[in-house]
């Protein structure tokens, strides 16, 4: 499992005071850094091999402004060629988000999902963690 804390910035905030829906998938997709990682080390655009493929959050709690966020990351199943990933957003210690991703390895030059190559599959089996809902 990951872990990454983030503090909400005041421009995130809606009018009702709220740190906005939109503001929490992009978090979570900052989560994802390392998993990216995985896959593209220099995270070069260019070389890019991953689509999102699916993405469902669930807002549980309203969020604020003022103080810190952690989320925590964790992959639930690796596929031949894709990856399930789940996200919760915790703050003071309440679980104010949920989400789950699908990410499928792709190729672009040929429009198709390509198999997870081994050494991969070996880094991303190291972020394994059941999903906590």
């Not at 804390?5 to 740190?19: C, N």
């Not at 789940?86 to 104010?96: G, I, T």
């Amino acid at each position: 499992m990951l872990t990454t804390q983030l503090a909400p910035r005041f421009s995130e905030t809606d009018a009702l005071g709220h740190i906005n829906n939109t503001s929490i998938p992009v978090w979570f997709e900052e989560a994802r850094t390392p998993i990216f990682r995985c896959f593209v080390p220099n995270l070069n655009p260019r070389e890019w091999n991953l689509i999102l493929a699916g993405f469902k959050v669930d807002y549980l709690r309203p969020t604020f402004y003022g103080h810190d966020v952690e989320v925590r990351t964790g992959i639930s199943r690796i596929g031949s060629s894709s990856l399930q990933i789940w996200h919760q957003a915790l703050q003071q210690n309440q679980v104010v988000a949920q989400a789950e991703v699908a990410m499928v390895h792709y190729d672009y030059a040929n429009e198709c999902s390509a198999p997870i190559p081994e050494p991969i599959r070996e880094s991303l089996g190291a972020l394994m963690a059941d999903k906590p809902w």
